[in-house]
């Protein structure tokens, strides 16, 4: 019993470890359309040096690269990555 009692802190830290990748779910993928090409910017935060999307109502940045795709935000799609 006092060998368990001693293990505890290890088996609170190892179902925390657990929870935390079991219950977080990886980012939704994003796409932008630049002159016809498919530009990959999953992860990035809109910027001046990475991409940007205006007021716009339509599709700005979709979750495949695919027009048919759900769209991600709207906006029109500016590349700053030039």
Known sequence: MNKLIK?????AFI?????????SSPPTPEYGLSGGT???????????TTY????DPQACTREAPNPSAPVVKTGIFKNNML
């Open 38 to 48: 498919w530009i990959n910017v999953t992860g990035l935060t809109p910027g001046p």
């Open 7 to 11: 293990r505890l802190p290890l088996f």
């Open 15 to 23: 179902l925390a470890a657990f929870g935390a990748f079991a219950f």
């Open 52 to 55: 940007q999307c205006n007021q």
